[in-house]
C-alpha cells in the first residue's frame, strides 16, 4: 500500500504550488477529522470540498462535479466507505480513491481496498502520507 520514497515535504509543497490545482474531497463524518485533513491539504495547495457521507460524494459526482483525488473514511452513516467507493467506480469515475480509516486490522483494510481504492491509511493523515499520495497522483 505504499508509494515507495517519500520527497522532502519542502520540496512537494513547492512543485504542488507551481503545477495545476488539484481538486480534492474529504468525505469524512468526523468534523475533527475533517478539519485537521482539510488543513493538511490545503498547505499542499489543493483545492479542498467536504462530504459528510458517501452519499453526498456520489451525489457530487452524479451533479456532474469532479474531483482528482478523493480521501474517504470507512466508517459513516447513510453510506459507507467501501459502497462509496464501488458505486464511485461504477459510475466510471477514475479519479485517485484513498481510504483513510480508524481500524488497523488487515481483514478491514483489503476489504475496504477491494471496493476499489488506490490505497488505505490509518488516520488522521499527515504531511509524509498526503506527501506519497500527492506524488502518486501526480505521476499519473
Known sequence: MGFGNVMST???IKNIDTEKKIYVLIVEDDLLIQKIHKVIMTKFGTEVQLAANGKEAVDLFLSGTSFDLILTDLEMPIMDGIEATKQLRSMGVTSMIVGVTS????SEIQAFMKSGLNACYV???NAEKVTAVLNE???N
Open 123 to 125: 488516520k488522521p493523515l
Open 10 to 12: 519542502s520540496k512537494t
Open 103 to 106: 481500524r488497523n486490522q488487515d
Open 137 to 139: 497522483l501526480k505521476n
